[in-house]
């Protein structure tokens, strides 16, 4: 299966200090009109897999669409020549936008992935699940079970249906991430699995204020199944 991806991003005048979802705040303020930019009708939220993504990845503030939302992305990125977060005022000095078809899907051998903003793996019934285990071996098999089950979702999301069975392993981190105003904890690292990811794609929960951000580690052309 090929999908639809818009990469954008924007060279400011200076480093962005904010995190992600204060890039989330802007435009979904910026452009109440545009849903999939803010994922809200009145006070109600839509719960599905963010066709639109903000990460801040070393000061420098990046917008991925999936889909619709890659189409949103290409309509209102041309009119942004300022950011503001919080009290800070940042000018666009360019914005880079790639528009692709890229592969998603189940692949014959696993692939490589480095976690580069952190994965929240853990809701409030697996952490305790998480917590109450003593054993290092059973904490990663959990895991990469719920990365598997982070994956299989966000499938039937974006309407992929996967055949046979996914493989996960990993080299995992644990660190302390502030999420909607409360300290929780999220995981960087590596990981593989036999599903091919577009680079900077989301997975976990928190993805459209950046968390769970990945890409390839293999630099070799792709195929899927």
Not at 81 to 95: A, F, Q
Not at 189 to 204: A, S, T
Request: charged share 30%; with cysteine.
């Amino acid at each position: 299966m090929r999908i639809k991806e818009a990469v954008v991003v924007f060279k400011t005048d200076k480093r962005v200090e904010e995190d992600s979802s204060k890039l989330r705040g802007y435009f979904g303020k910026k452009f109440p009109d545009e849903i999939l930019l803010h994922h809200h009708v009145g006070k109600e939220t839509i719960y599905a897999y963010p066709r639109v993504q903000y990460k801040v990845i070393e000061g420098t503030p990046i917008i991925v669409g999936i889909e619709e939302g890659a189409e949103v992305l290409q309509k209102i990125c041309s009119e942004i020549d300022e950011i503001v977060m919080g009290k800070r005022k940042y000018r666009v000095k360019s914005v880079h936008i790639n528009i692709s078809e890229v592969e998603f899907g189940k692949c014959k051998q696993s692939r490589g992935y480095k976690i580069l903003l952190p994965w929240l793996a853990l809701n409030q019934e697996n952490y305790r699940r998480y917590k109450e285990m003593e054993d290092p071996k059973e904490k990663k098999k959990m895991l990469n079970g719920v990365l598997v089950a982070n994956v299989l979702s966000m499938c039937k999301s974006l309407g992929y249906t996967v055949k046979g069975r996914l493989f996960a392993s990993s080299r995992l981190n644990k660190t302390t991430v502030k999420f909607k105003g409360v300290y929780v904890i999220g995981f960087t690292g590596e990981f593989r699995i036999n599903f091919i990811l577009p680079d900077y794609i989301g997975i976990g929960k928190g993805v459209s204020h950046g968390f769970g951000t990945v890409k390839s580690l293999c630099k070799k052309r792709r195929e899927s199944l």
